[in-house]
């Protein structure tokens, strides 16, 4: 099994903040201008995931460094109304988008005169329906001109019955205006086609200080776009506050926010989970480590994140879960306690397995 290197692509409406947040999110000097199309190349940033088991782990451990798992964002130019049919920057983006693995969309809540808004005014349920409405448009596209090939196949071989039949019901959902991932279309099935509204899907509500303190107005932002997950951030703060050198002075301009946790921080966190993946964790004095791994991934395959040899060679596992390692105090502790499991090559992994492998090469 290859790393897994999945990528979230960040869209909005043009002045959303998505170039602001992506800069944070990569402490790259992407051009964040007050000017719509700013952004015509598409970005991408590699950012760590925040994770507090590292720390403790490298400190029991006496590990000289510490490395987090990664998720990839990739800055995508604004969506204008008509995107999908070819107004803006049209659907030379869209390409980029159906790339990801997952969709984060920004969308504009903080008032400033001074940023133009695409329709002249803030109206964050009505840019969320915009830019649903020109995905769900592209996606009728692709399975338009899909079809008559897709019938071809399913004349000449069986599986492609199954196939057709999947992407029909899904031309009836989008016709109808609804995303793919909020219906029970076999979404493997329809795989190969892309669509960008069967991709999972996560909200970064763009606020200023006073909306991020409005419990009211989150609840309302919730509501609107439930199941899927609302992130709450002021894209322009965050980007001064990654700028800070000082620890302490961040810390301070956090609380001063009156907010626990960088949004950054956040959003790695949850876009992480929301493209399925997890961790495990290994220690020795050169390194505490988070390996990525996809929900359901088998012990040799975990191994064979690590290196190809660990996953061919592999014997078995000595697995502990980071919990029973924390309360235990030390591995070897661990160990009489009972706590340290042999798994073998059918083992399924769980999120925070502290791993030792064994293999043969
Ligand atoms: N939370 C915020 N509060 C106030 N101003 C903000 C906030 N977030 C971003 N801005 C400002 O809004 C303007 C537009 O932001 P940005 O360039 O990041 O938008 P964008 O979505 O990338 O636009 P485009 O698609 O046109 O590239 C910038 O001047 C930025 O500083």
Not at 344 to 357: L, T
Request: proline share 4%; aromatic share 6%; charged share 25%.
């Amino acid at each position: 099994m290859l790393p897994v290197a999945l990528s979230i692509g960040i869209v909005g409406l043009p002045n959303a903040g998505k170039s602001t947040l992506f800069n944070a999110l990569t402490k790259n000097n992407v051009l964040a201008a007050n000017y719509p199309f700013a952004t015509i190349e598409p970005n991408v940033g590699v950012v760590g995931v925040p994770d507090a088991r590292l720390a403790k782990l490298a400190s029991l451990y006496g590990s000289a460094k510490v490395i987090p798992a990664t998720v990839q964002f990739v800055d995508i130019a604004g969506i204008v109304r008509g995107a999908s049919e070819g107004e803006g920057l049209g659907n030379k983006f869209l390409s980029h988008i159906r790339e990801g693995d997952a969709i984060c969309q920004v969308t504009r809540v903080f008032r400033d005169d001074d940023v133009t808004h695409v329709d002249g005014k803030v109206n964050p349920a009505d840019d969320i329906s915009t830019i649903q409405t020109e995905l769900i448009l592209a996606d009728l596209q692709t399975v338009e001109k899909a079809i008559p090939r897709l019938e071809k196949e399913a004349r000449l071989k069986k599986e492609g019955v199954a196939v057709l039949e999947a992407v029909r019901e899904a031309q009836k959902h989008l016709e109808a205006g609804t995303p793919i991932i909020a219906t029970n279309v076999d979404r493997d099935a329809i795989r190969e086609l892309m669509l960008m509204t069967a991709k999972p899907y996560i909200f970064v509500f763009n606020c200023d200080a006073d909306e991020l303190a409005d419990e009211t107005l989150k609840q309302s932002m919730r509501d609107l776009v439930a199941p899927a997950e609302a992130i709450f951030l002021d894209a322009k703060f965050e980007a001064e506050l990654v700028e800070l050198d000082d620890e302490a002075e961040a810390r301070e301009m956090l609380a001063e926010m009156g907010v626990d946790e960088p949004g950054l921080d956040v959003l790695a966190r949850v876009g992480f989970e929301t493209l399925g993946l997890q961790t495990y964790l290994t220690a020795g004095p050169k390194e505490s480590r988070a390996w990525t791994i996809k929900k359901g991934a088998t012990a040799p395959e975990a191994a064979g994140v690590i290196h190809t040899d660990f996953q061919r060679g592999f014997i078995k596992a000595e697995i502990v879960s980071f919990d029973d390692l924390m309360e235990a105090g030390s591995m070897a502790a661990a160990k009489s306690a009972g706590k340290v499991r042999i798994e073998g090559k059918d083992y399924i992994m769980s999120d925070g397995d502290v791993v030792e492998f064994r293999f043969n090469v």
